[in-house]
């Protein structure tokens, strides 16, 4: 309704359209979905906290018949699936179990996992940088900013462990962000560049 805070997730097929995930608007989002269908995504669960006695957003795992499971060991906002392996902000989950992903030293944060369990995120240690993992037990892999930049974020991967996001420079007072991609065999961060006319672009996914 006009003026409540809400949102509702769903699940869209070229055969079914749209498909409610849940009936119940709050604070509800999928954010990622592998090959086989399965979604995950966060979802506010009130005074009934699953998760932790203090948490009321938790992340989830569902399919087209709804949510099926709840993250219960840590209270993080799922961000992508691939193969049952549940990615977000500092977190992993196999198998619902959930630990920490390496974070250099710093606080990480998982936006994306491809089938081969690479991921791409960022790391927060003295500014935020896009960042790699090989596998969500490896260390991250600080991906440079592109020439003039000073920090950034990416946040999509391929199937090649192809890294895209961008970079921005904290001296720049139109705060312009620049689109890269990173390849893990060759460690360079290539500017994508803008649309004609443009300033400023970011990359989500390739």
Avoid: K
């Amino acid at each position: 309704p006009p003026g409540i805070n809400a949102s509702q997730m769903f699940l869209w097929s070229e055969g079914a359209g749209f498909l409610a995930l849940n009936s119940s608007p709050s604070f509800l989002r999928a954010t990622g979905i592998d090959d086989s269908g399965t979604v995950t995504g966060s979802q506010n669960y009130g005074s009934a906290r699953p998760c932790g006695s203090t948490a009321t957003i938790c992340s989830f795992i569902g399919n087209d018949t709804g949510i099926t499971s709840v993250i219960t060991d840590q209270s993080f906002f799922a961000q992508d699936i691939e193969g049952g392996v549940v990615v977000g902000q500092g977190y992993v989950s196999i198998g619902g179990v959930t630990t920490a992903l390496p974070n250099g030293g710093g606080i990480a944060g998982a936006q994306a996992i491809n089938g081969s369990g690479e991921i791409a995120g960022a790391v927060f240690v003295a500014t935020t940088l896009p960042a790699y993992w090989a596998s969500p037990t490896a260390t991250p892999v600080i991906i440079d900013p592109l020439p003039g930049d000073t920090y950034g974020a990416s946040w999509g991967i391929n199937e090649s462990g192809w890294v895209v996001g961008w970079s921005g420079s904290s001296t720049d007072p139109n705060d312009e962000r620049h689109a890269f991609v990173w390849r893990p065999e060759t460690g360079v961060t290539q500017a994508l560049g803008t649309l004609p006319g443009g300033t400023d672009s970011e990359a989500f996914d390739i």
